[in-house]
């Protein structure tokens, strides 16, 4: 086992490490705007008008941390490059490595997309998290409420992400951020930890207070955890390179219900002990038929054995129908990249080969 095998995302290090500041509020961010190869062919098809939506990725990137409490996580850039290249097809991708300030970072992101209609906006975050249940509190705040001492906390509690510096992010926090992009559809892949860290029963704290999320914003957001509530997640079998691989296996394009079933059957047949949970709030068909990452949606051309096109008009059963059209021209372009990339690894292969041959000859002469 390497050391690389025993780090999990929540797991606070042994020893402190010298890490470098990190550069504009605390992060490295870079910018992706589409994809070379293959899956330029998917950005192309699959990129909405301006009418229509636009598709932005947001990727989180945690690995270096600051805070003597947690390891450094060489996973999560095997990560990032897995994610970058499942969100190929994205209008913009938004890449933050680092982070000391993911709140600011977010607001900065939803200025520059203001004036703009967001059909999907997807957030990874790949680095340590916990679930809070120790508060930092606010002494001035003591005070007696019914007979108890009461103090007022100031830290965020439950699913938190841990920034580079050691401060929590609480995911609930982030949500209600990312909802001022006003995204049709907002979906959260978390791969980090969710234990539990510290309880006490000395005092009794009133949390800090979480602002309620409407019920048609909650109809709309779809968050998918690497891990489930209380449990670790691991730095060596990752949630999102596990992701990867279910993608590709599936040609690029998932049922968005299906993620979680399928990952986890994935680490089931591997014999690894992690599972992954989504929390997804299912009105009638909201979800049913979306298709992740490519955001189309796709309904079958019947159901539970009717022969029935799904759909009560001909502008559904069209846009069924220009779905299916759309999803074969991606698959028909990613084979023809595939072969393309084998065509020019043969070549190289004959160059070094050539290069090779000429040199088993000159040292034959000596």
């Known amino acids: 086992i390497t050391v690389h095998d025993t780090i999990m995302r929540g797991r606070p290090k042994l020893k402190k490490d010298k890490l470098n500041r ?43 941390y600051k805070s003597a409490s947690h390891s450094d996580l060489p996973g999560v850039k095997e990560d990032g490059k897995s994610m970058e290249k499942m969100l190929n097809g994205f209008d913009e991708v938004e890449i933050v490595e680092n982070a000391l300030d993911i709140e600011h970072v977010v607001q900065d992101l939803a200025s520059t997309y203001k004036n703009k209609k967001i059909k999907s906006l997807h957030v990874h975050y790949s680095g340590h998290g916990v679930d809070n249940a120790t508060v930092e509190i606010d002494l001035n705040s003591k005070r007696d409420e019914d007979g108890k001492t009461v103090v007022d906390g100031v830290t965020p509690t439950g699913d938190c992400l841990v920034l580079c510096g050691g401060d929590l992010y609480s995911v609930h926090d982030l949500k209600i951020e990312l909802l001022n992009f006003k995204p049709e559809r907002l979906i959260l ?26 019920n048609e914003d909650l109809g709309k957001i779809a968050v998918i955890h690497g891990t489930s ?55 009638g068909s909201n979800w049913r038929y979306f298709m992740w990452p490519t955001s189309s949606i796709f309904k079958p051309s019947n159901e539970e054995g009717s022969g029935k096109m799904m759909g009560s008009s001909n502008d559904d059963m069209a846009k069924q129908v220009e779905d299916l059209r759309k999803r074969v021209e991606v698959m028909e372009s990613q084979k023809q990249a595939d072969k393309k990339t084998i065509e020019e690894n043969k ?20």
Not at 33 to 50: L, Q, V, W, Y
Not at 255 to 279: F, Y
Request: with cysteine; proline share 1%; hydrophobic share 35%.
């Open 189 to 214: 892949t978390l791969d980090c930890c969710r234990n539990m860290r510290g309880i006490t029963d000395k005092e009794f704290v009133k949390l800090r207070h979480k602002e309620q999320i409407s």
């Open 229 to 283: 509530e209380l449990h670790t997640a691991s730095d060596a079998h990752t949630f999102t390179q596990e992701l990867d691989k279910i993608f590709m296996e599936e040609d690029g394009e998932i049922p968005i219900l299906q993620i979680v079933s399928k990952v986890n059957q994935s680490w089931r047949d591997q014999k690894i002990q992690q599972l992954c949970h989504h929390d997804i709030v299912e009105i």
């Open 22 to 64: 990190y550069k504009l509020k605390g992060a490295t961010i870079r910018r992706n705007k589409g994809s070379t190869k293959a899956m330029d062919a998917e950005k192309h098809i699959n990129a909405n008008s301006d009418d229509d939506g636009t598709n932005i990725g947001l990727i989180i990137l945690n690995s270096k």
């Open 347 to 366: 070549e190289e292969i004959l160059v070094l080969r050539n290069e090779l041959l000429e040199n088993q000859g000159k040292k034959k002469k000596f």
